[in-house]
């Protein structure tokens, strides 16, 4: 079992010994800011907002105000082709080297929190949590604008706090957090900036140049020049490390690469020839090339 600490755990051993607050036994209402207290299923603020826990242990806490459409973020068809094709382990190197780089320079004897800003169903949640295994404490939450993934997530892992949410208005104090990891993501810096403490880290994975070229090679009548340059560094942060992991994938059956296709944005970008053409594969070796971007949060 990893240790993770709940929300529950944490306030039973802060009662116990004065310490191990972490910054998810509350948070902050999406609607006005103010503290957000959990009482039994309800996350509720002081000015009267309440927004019920569901059975499956998450929150929505994204204002119907704030969407832009019924049902934002990933389909329920496209989390499940996420859930399916990362359960394979196709994309591991790139879970062990985000744990790695979250876990770097961490203290064991205090509680690491981490938030992941649009967290899909969860897979890299658990990884950490898993790689840590009785090694380090931590306080995970888990945030994506999209209902499904959120509950895809939290009906596999419990040991962490699960909430529908926007990147543009985390319901997170300010100045809270040790980690935030926007994997493959839509990041808003200056909410980012907000969250982190000074000194915390901001795990960015994104796909580089060659990331998936095969596939996009299939679907697509030509392919669109690389973007060479870095992206400039936001503003409150300063750029700690790059690096890049890049390895080759061997997907055996037709349902990995449908599977593969549905969570990226090619699903509908390419056009109905450029999916026939995939679809009409029995195998595929695709190359995995990822950035892994970490930037400090400033002194404030
Ligand atoms: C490419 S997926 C990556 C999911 C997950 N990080 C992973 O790598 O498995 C992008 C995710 O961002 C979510 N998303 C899109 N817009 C968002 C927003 N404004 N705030 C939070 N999540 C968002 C989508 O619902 C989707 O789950
Ligand atoms: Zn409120």
């Not at 944490?10 to 800011?33: E, N």
């Not at 679907?219 to 890049?246: C, M, N």
């Not at 679809?279 to 950035?291: G, Q």
């Amino acid at each position: 079992m990893p240790q993770c600490d709940s929300p529950e755990n944490a306030a039973q051993r802060s009662v116990i010994s004065g310490t191990a607050i972490t910054p998810f036994m509350t948070l902050a209402c999406p609607l006005d800011g103010s503290v957000l207290h959990k009482s039994a299923n309800v996350w509720r603020c002081e000015a009267g907002h309440s927004f019920d826990i569901a059975r499956q242990g998450y929150a929505n806490l994204l204002p119907v105000q704030h969407k832009r459409s019924a049902d934002p973020g990933d389909s329920k068809t496209m989390v499940a082709a996420r859930q399916r094709f990362l359960a394979a382990g196709h994309y591991q190197p790139v879970a062990d080297a985000a744990c790695r780089l979250v876990l770097q320079n961490s203290t064991a004897a205090l509680p690491l929190s981490c938030l992941d800003a649009g967290c899909g169903e969860g897979y890299y949640l658990r990884a950490l949590a898993e790689a840590t295994r009785g090694r380090q404490r931590l306080a995970l939450m888990g945030l994506d604008i999209s209902k499904w993934a959120v509950l895809a997530a939290a009906k596999q892992e419990k040991c962490a706090t699960w909430v529908v949410g926007s990147n543009a208005n985390l319901p997170v104090q300010t100045s809270t957090l040790d980690r935030l990891l926007c994997m493959f993501g839509f990041p808003v810096y200056h909410e980012f900036a907000r969250v982190l403490k000074p000194g915390g880290l901001l795990l960015k994975v994104d796909a580089g140049s060659n990331h998936l070229r095969e596939l996009r090679e299939i679907i697509y009548p030509t392919l669109k020049p690389d973007r060479i340059e870095e992206a400039p560094v936001p503003d409150g942060f300063t750029h700690f490390s790059s690096e890049t992991v890049r390895y080759s994938l061997r997907l055996n059956d037709r349902q990995q690469i449908a599977d593969l296709l549905a969570m990226t944005p090619h699903l509908y970008r390419a056009n109905a020839e450029g999916r026939e053409k995939l679809a009409a594969r029995e195998s595929l070796t695709v190359s995995v090339d990822v950035r892994l971007t970490c930037l400090v949060r400033s002194p404030c």
